[in-house]
């Protein structure tokens, strides 16, 4: 099943192409190793035939409820529905101890964490112990680094955003969704909040929604990992492109 966007933002699924998202149990769940650990995808965002600039964006966004994007209610479960068969299909994958999502404003990281948990049986922590740092933190440490870019462009697009957080009040927190995905990598906008929970000699997995740039993952992956915690693996509900 691929999906439909509709001119009102209403997303559908369409059982007769694999357009924008490839949702079928013969190509799902993909995996890719990123820094020694391996990365799981339950569904496969690709581009549209009809347009490059069009990809499989809008089934996040429906499910996240942004962007003036819906999805009814039996979409939805058929969506999860599939999820599930995709995620009990290659379960050997995803063993763990445990399962924690990143920070999310929405609502749906948490929703499918718990989901997933469920399908698996394994308990899901709470990830409030992970926060995001704030303008001020975040521009301290670009101050003190040295980043190399790869050409021009990038570097004016970094060089804008440090110009966007210093307009802003320093304790706001950064949102790494307002931030262009080609710099998002730059900047480590992620730290831990005490009390921690105890996680020695437990193997977890790190959920998010969506894989954009990675930044969110491997961050809370790194901070984990900091505090010797062993990541069994990340998953993301929507892969990258």
């Not at 990809?55 to 209610?73: Q, T, V």
């Not at 969704?177 to 105890?198: E, Q, S």
Request: with cysteine; aromatic share 8%.
């Amino acid at each position: 099943m691929g999906i439909n966007v509709h001119d009102d933002n209403r997303v559908e699924f369409d059982d007769t192409h694999q357009d924008r998202v490839d949702t079928s149990l013969a190509r799902n769940m993909s995996s890719k190793h990123v820094q020694g650990v391996p990365y799981h995808f339950i569904f496969r965002r690709k581009r549209s035939r009809a347009s490059d600039a069009a990809d499989g964006n809008p089934l996040i966004y429906a499910l996240k409820e942004m962007k003036g994007f819906r999805m009814d209610a039996a979409c939805r479960t058929l969506v999860m529905d599939r999820a599930q068969q995709v995620v009990l299909k290659d379960r050997a994958k995803l063993a763990a101890d445990a399962i924690i999502s990143i920070p999310s404003s929405y609502s749906f990281c948490n929703e499918f964490s718990e989901m997933l948990g469920a399908w698996l049986g394994i308990p899901v922590i709470a990830g409030d112990f992970i926060g995001k740092k704030t303008v001020s933190q975040v521009l301290a440490e670009a101050q003190a680094g040295n980043p190399q870019f790869p050409n021009s462009y990038v570097h004016g697009l970094y060089k804008d955003q440090i110009k966007k957080w210093q307009a802003l009040p320093a304790n706001t927190q950064v949102a790494l969704k307002h931030v262009d995905t080609k710099i998002r990598p730059y900047f480590n906008h992620l730290a831990l909040n005490p009390p921690l929970p105890n996680l020695q000699e437990r193997s977890v997995l790190v959920v998010d929604d969506i894989m954009a740039s990675g930044t969110s993952l491997r961050c809370t992956i790194e901070l984990l990992q900091g505090q010797g915690v062993r990541v069994a693996s990340g998953v993301c509900f929507l892969s990258g492109l």
